[in-house]
């Protein structure tokens, strides 16, 4: 039975990071509604722009949770007053990283995004928006250095707010130049893509702001990290970002893959994998407050009790994604309406949904401990279950059942059900071993 002291912790903690990270995924959700309207290739361009995007940027995600593990440990250490020395690492390597990717993607945009689709119409979409979007790695690396801190300390509230703020600035933003409103250039789905990141770096901009403002004293200052600090930072961050790059990869094989059944699947794949990943951030929102909970309570050398926050927090998960899925499987035409007008996508789309729907609760306990396993600092571990299960695993797998046997978007759906169950007692049974106990950070 969950304790009311617990479950209060893990709602505080966690509440304002699915707030956060639910605003968060109206960025790609925003566009895709924004533009659907525009036409099929209009959506098809945004979709693989969005997605060579999610590989570059991926690269640089990793530094949230190794900041996060980091701030969280010190804090149960009772180091106050170096809570944000790994803040200023990860501003720096952030830094360092962005600059080399974002020239990476503006030399190569148009090879990247045309391996992804040879529709004339759709590439001329495609690489114009990420493009656009390539431009934006700097501010997500920064932000999501920014967010380890304020999760870290568990004042999430602050990473809410300014969230909530940046996205209905993309909106508005993305909105004008879609449709060229108040004297803006007319440049239609490929304005979402410059709204997208101006509203990433006005996101940084309030991020740094509230940041000098309240943490000076906890060490937030502008001069250089230590080598040591760096090494730390970098040891707990690159297999993150590592695993994040794979799986964004693995998003846009996938991508492919469904790109070689047809362009309608293609199409409704593009909102599909919005609503899936939106779907989704509950339950990662939950394992990043299980994140906190459990590196702290190590940095307080309780290790039953961090034990213990791992499935109290995979309980909660659970149950509010059987809750936020429900109304994929009652209403799926409904939802998919709001994204897409031709019946023909709209029927295409309904059964793949209704799979996401009902997989929710079986994928809540990989969701929750694979973020309990960062916190711990079992960071590699972690990398090569999770690439192991999607490249070794569900891509062969989709690839088999989709193009080579013809089963289409559906068959490729039903392939995740799969994964996600291999994946939760994969973690569940390296949560339960209780290695990471012995992960000194």
């Known amino acids: 039975m ?18 956060g990270m639910l605003s968060q995924s109206l960025l790609n959700l ?48 009772g180091r106050s007053e170096e809570l944000a020395a790994p803040l200023n690492s990860g501003l ?73 703020v940046m996205h209905l600035a993309n909106a508005a933003i993305s909105y004008s130049l879609i449709h060229g409103l108040f004297g803006l250039p007319r440049m239609g789905a490929v304005g979402s893509g410059l709204g997208t990141t101006l509203a990433l770096y006005l ?13 000076r004293a906890q060490g937030f200052q502008p001069h250089r990290p230590s080598e040591r600090e760096i090494r730390t930072l970098l040891r ?9 790059f794979f799986f964004a990869a693995g998003i846009t094989l996938l991508f492919w893959i469904i790109a070689q059944v047809g362009t309608r699947e293609l199409a409704v794949a593009h909102v599909l994998i919005n609503l899936a990943l939106f779907l989704i951030l509950p339950g990662v929102g939950l394992g990043m407050a299980a994140t906190t909970l459990v ?9 039953d009790s961090a034990h213990r926050w791992g499935w109290d927090v995979v309980k909660v998960a659970a149950c509010g994604l059987a809750l936020l899925g429900a109304p994929f499987w009652l209403f799926p035409e409904a939802i998919l309406r709001l994204f897409v007008s031709d019946p023909a996508l709209i029927q295409l789309g309904r059964v793949p949904l209704m799979l996401t729907g009902l997989g929710m609760v079986i994928d809540a306990t990989a969701l929750v401990l694979t973020q309990a396993l960062l916190g711990a600092g079992a960071v590699r571990t972690v990398m090569a279950v ?56």
């Open 92 to 164: 720096l390597v952030a830094l360092g990283l962005s600059l080399p990717i974002t020239l990476v993607c503006l030399l190569f945009a148009e090879p990247i995004v045309r391996a992804l689709s040879h529709d004339p119409e759709v590439l001329a979409v495609g690489i114009p928006y990420f493009e656009w979007r390539a431009l934006s790695v700097l501010a997500v690396g920064l932000n999501f250095s920014f967010r380890g801190y304020w999760n870290g300390t568990r004042r999430s509230g602050m990473y809410m707010r300014t969230l909530v």
């Open 295 to 303: 590196s702290q309570s190590m940095g307080e050398r309780d290790f």
């Open 386 to 441: 999770s690439l192991g299960n999607q490249w070794l695993f569900f891509l062969p797998l989709a690839y088999l059942v989709g193009p080579v046997l013809g089963g289409g978007l559906l068959a490729i759906w039903s392939m995740q059900i799969l994964q996600r169950g291999l994946a939760s007692a994969i973690f569940a049974v390296m949560w339960q071993k209780r290695q990471w106990t012995q992960i000194e950070l």
């Open 236 to 244: 707990l961050s690159l297999p993150n970002s590592l695993q994040q």
């Open 2 to 19: 969950l304790e009311r002291q617990r479950f209060h912790n893990i709602l505080n903690l966690g509440l304002p990071i699915i707030g």
């Open 30 to 77: 925003v566009d895709a509604a924004m533009v659907g309207h525009l036409g099929e290739k209009s959506l098809a361009g945004v979709g693989i722009g969005s997605y060579a995007n999610f590989v570059a940027i991926s690269l640089v995600m990793g530094l949230g949770a190794g900041v996060q593990a980091l701030v969280a440990r010190r804090r149960g250490e």
């Open 203 to 215: 996101g940084s901009l309030i991020y740094a702001w509230i940041t000098w403002r309240d943490a």
